[in-house]
């Protein structure tokens, strides 16, 4: 990518995570070319869907969240590894219902192969069923994600899933 292409993308992810903190996810687009002082049609060219845009806005709480289930495996148990894992992984998506609501794309696979590894560490450690897939688990937590109405509910929600997944 040239150097002015570059500094485009930038300026557009910069500008849509102020928008999207300010009129939520489903900010015009148009707003937020106009702030980043660019054309729509270089929005599109960079971003071709809205979900492209809040992927690229939400790429660096994504490595974060990667970054913290490596803290997770290396400081927990693998059971606490993973519900403490996923219960950042809820706060995320609460606060980016877009992505939570979509299972699919780059994010998607991304948060599966994490999910994926700290659930194999719970089943090795014997501390979670063998017959929890991956994305039943995901969907369960997309789904206290968007419908908890509070962050109380959110957790009791999740120490059901946690239960749920528990062995024995």
């Known amino acids: 990518m040239r150097a ?8 557009l992810v910069t500008a849509a995570a102020k928008v999207f903190a300010e009129l939520g996810p489903e900010a015009p687009l148009d707003d937020i070319a106009r702030r980043a002082g660019v054309g729509n049609a270089t929005l599109y ?26 803290l997770l495996r290396e400081q ?5 590894a993973l519900h403490g894992w996923l219960r950042a992984l809820a706060t995320h998506l609460t606060h980016t219902k877009d ?12 948060v ?22 991956v994305a039943d688990l995901l969907a369960l937590v997309r789904g206290v994600a968007l419908t908890a109405d ?19």
């Open 150 to 168: 509070s962050p109380a509910q959110q957790a009791r929600l999740l120490e059901l899933v946690r239960r749920a997944v528990a062995a024995g």
């Open 112 to 133: 599966h192969a994490t999910a994926a590894e700290l659930l194999a560490a719970a089943r090795g450690d014997g501390a979670a069923r063998t017959d929890v897939a």
């Open 4 to 11: 002015d292409g570059r500094r485009n993308r930038e300026a």
């Open 76 to 80: 927990e148990p693998p059971a606490d």
């Open 99 to 110: 992505l939570a609501l979509a299972a699919d794309g780059d994010w998607y696979g991304a």
């Open 45 to 70: 060219r960079h971003f071709p869907t809205r979900r492209d845009l809040l992927t690229a806005v939400y790429a660096d709480e994504l490595t974060a969240l990667r970054d913290y289930a490596e």
